[in-house]
């Protein structure tokens, strides 16, 4: 779990490492094995480093010199990076930019004075954390190999019993079977099966028909008559609650 602190005062850089190892030393102490940080003096240092999905989560300071933190942000989400980002700041009047580029939280300096505050805001993204940990084991070509769930679009079973996983940026053929496949990712709520043999990520959704989903990648992937309702129902509800 790599944690970025993107901030031009060292000591808010430290005490950002020192908040979140005090939370997870009370709350999630398992977790305090696996866990890095990176530190970045300003926005060009980090962006100069950055790539998608390099970082568990992200905390950015809004007011640096040259680029902002918003507009750090904003050159993130372009890359299609959904990791966390947590705001430090002095002022509330970017609060509503936020919204723009997907902020997790906001935290007012001095951050002595918004302990409660800080603890609010890992309460909140540590459940997105641990999400995006969590991998699907299968086998490729008589190799075990773990694929990250963020990076699933769909999986569909066809007719020769094969599995396969439309990923983020290809396509990948298991042996595996489908059954194996289904038990992993349906006991994380991001998944649903919509049609038989076909599981998809509501994350990966970009437009919803009567009959059908569209994906991320392009896909069309038909919806179930008999699943319609629940299936309907379990995309409004995770779309209303991202």
Not at 37 to 64: K, V
Not at 98 to 104: I, M, Q, T
Not at 175 to 196: I, N
């Amino acid at each position: 779990m790599n944690i970025a602190i993107v901030d031009d005062d060292a000591q808010v850089r430290t005490e950002v490492q020192q908040g979140v190892r005090d939370y997870l030393s009370d709350q999630q102490p398992a977790l305090l094995p696996i866990v890095s940080f990176q530190e970045f003096p300003s926005a060009e240092d980090f962006l100069a480093q950055f790539e998608p999905g390099m970082f568990s989560m992200i905390f950015l300071d809004i007011y640096m010199k040259e680029t902002t933190g918003m507009e750090a942000a904003k050159s993130l989400r372009a890359t299609g990076d959904s990791t966390p980002i947590i705001f430090l700041t002095t002022s509330t009047e970017h609060l509503l930019d936020g919204y723009a580029v997907f902020a997790a939280g906001y935290l007012l300096k001095p951050l002595a004075t918004s302990q409660d505050a800080f603890v609010q805001v890992l309460d909140h993204c540590l459940p997105l954390v641990l999400a995006n940990l969590q991998h699907l084991d299968i086998v490729v070509e008589h190799v075990d190999v773990q694929i990250p769930f963020r990076n699933i679009i769909y999986l569909e079973c066809n007719n020769a019993r094969t599995v396969v996983l439309h990923l983020t940026d290809h396509t990948v053929s298991t042996t595996s079977p489908y059954a194996d496949c289904r038990k992993q990712l349906l006991m994380d709520p991001r998944f649903c099966e919509c049609y038989h043999r076909v599981i998809i990520n509501l994350e990966s959704i970009t437009r919803m028909d009567e009959e059908a989903f569209t994906m991320s990648d392009g896909g069309v992937v038909p919806i179930s008559r008999r699943k319609k309702n629940e299936v309907r129902y379990r995309y409004m509800h995770h779309f209303i609650n991202m």
